[in-house]
């Protein structure tokens, strides 16, 4: 499915737009140590944390953001975080970001899975097959 691969020139209505990307139950990584804290965060509460590196200016970004708010609300047991790759180019990098939207699932800190591109059946698929291992492992889900 959809997926961006180049920056595009930014507006200045960079603010209002991570707004729209970061509703429901979706935390804004403005920070490396907002994210270190985050990630502390989760694996203190046992959550499995969602991340997904994205970009104000990216059509399928766009196209996901509401469906990625939605899921939020939904499962209130993981944690969805929003790292924007323009604001945070350098720890983007880190994680070998090659496409927006790029989704990361990660428990205690560690890489489970990924997934490249808005693709909404995919990603709900990956969030069910995450739900399903938490429920077999005894966590809550």
Wanted: glycine share 6%; proline share 4%; aromatic share 8%.
């Amino acid at each position: 499915m959809g997926h961006c691969l180049a920056k595009h020139q930014t507006d200045e209505n960079d603010s209002e737009q991570h707004l729209e990307f970061a509703g429901g139950n979706v935390h804004l990584i403005t920070t490396k140590e907002g994210w270190e804290q985050k990630l502390a965060e989760a694996a203190k509460e046992g959550k499995i944390v969602i991340a997904n590196f994205s970009a104000t200016w990216c059509g399928p970004c766009k196209m996901i953001a509401p469906f990625y708010s939605d899921l939020s609300v939904e499962h209130p047991s993981l944690m969805f975080l929003l790292v924007d790759v323009d604001e945070l180019t350098e720890f983007s990098t880190s994680w070998d970001i090659k496409a927006t939207p790029t989704f990361f699932f990660l428990r205690d800190g560690q890489q489970v899975d990924k997934l490249v591109g808005a693709n909404k059946p995919e990603l709900q698929k990956k969030i069910r097959a995450i739900l399903d291992l938490l429920s077999q492992t005894g966590c809550q889900s």
